[in-house]
Antibody, heavy 120, light 108 residues
Framework: QVQLVQSGAEVNKPGASVRVSCQAY????????MHWVRQAPGQGLEWMGV????????NYAHKFQGRVTMTRDTSTSTVYMELSTLRSEDTAVYYC?????????????WGQGTTVTVSS | EIVLTQSPGTLSLSPGERATLSCRAS???????LAWYQKKPGQAPRLLIY???GRATGIPDRFSGSGSGTDFTLIISRLEPEDFAVYYC??????????FGQGTRVEI
């Protein structure tokens, strides 16, 4: 069964960093890009960036450049998103989602979401 | 960067009515790279439409997408109670860069 399973909720202090994981099951990990999308309370969906599991190349939305790092571990089919220098505005639900590398059929499989709360 | 502007912000309708949602791009978009998603509280987004008009697996045929260039539309032909949600358009702008519209809320 194709699924993405994310790590659990996090509570962090301002200025700290958070790392969220997303483990892929049921498909060939390297055939799909993996994206990170977040939704802050009362806000819309915001694309943060993407990683190519083959080789690990990344592209980040301009807003997050310098603060976000996406990595992957092909041995466990897991991708990681680390966000540093957290501020209260980073309180959000963070999702991973895949999309095909060969043809864009949209982001067809999503993780369950990880709630990150930034609070002192 | 291409900006997607969705309208209206909120659509107030009743079950059985038709919903027409608009997504306008700041410059021309390859329609093959335009998708629509449904988002409900507490749930992950759900892919509805890809390639502007292709229905994703398991999506009922009351959902349809159309458009080209800068103007795209999602139509829900007869609203079911479970369709009340927020809908987002999204485009792939090339160079591994994606953007979402700000969303349209469909409410009773």
């Amino acid at each position: 069964q194709v699924q993405l399973v994310q790590s659990g909720a996090e509570v962090n202090k301002p200025g700290a960093s958070v790392r969220v994981s997303c483990q892929a099951y049921g498909y060939t990990f390297t055939d799909y890009y993996m994206h990170w999308v977040r939704q802050a309370p009362g806000q819309g969906l915001e694309w943060m960036g993407v990683i190519n599991p083959t080789g690990g190349s990344t592209n980040y939305a301009h807003k997050f450049q310098g603060r976000v790092t996406m990595t992957r571990d092909t041995s466990t089919s897991t991708v990681y998103m680390e966000l540093s220098t957290l501020r209260s505005e980073d309180t959000a639900v963070y999702y991973c989602a895949r999309s095909s590398k060969t043809y864009y059929f949209g982001m067809d499989v999503w993780g369950q979401g990880t709630t990150v709360t930034v609070s002192s | 960067e291409i900006v997607l502007t969705q309208s209206p912000g909120t659509l107030s309708l009743s079950p059985g009515e038709r919903a027409t949602l608009s997504c306008r791009a700041s410059q021309s978009v390859n329609s093959k790279l335009l998708a629509w998603y449904q988002k409900k509280p507490g749930q992950a987004p759900r892919l509805l439409i890809y390639g502007a008009s292709g229905r994703a697996t398991g999506i009922p045929d009351r959902f349809s997408g159309s458009g080209s260039g800068t103007d795209f539309t999602l139509i829900i032909s007869r609203l079911e109670p479970e369709d009340f949600a927020v809908y987002y358009c999204q485009q792939y702008g090339g160079s591994l860069s994606w953007t979402f519209g700000q969303g349209t809320r469909v409410e009773i």
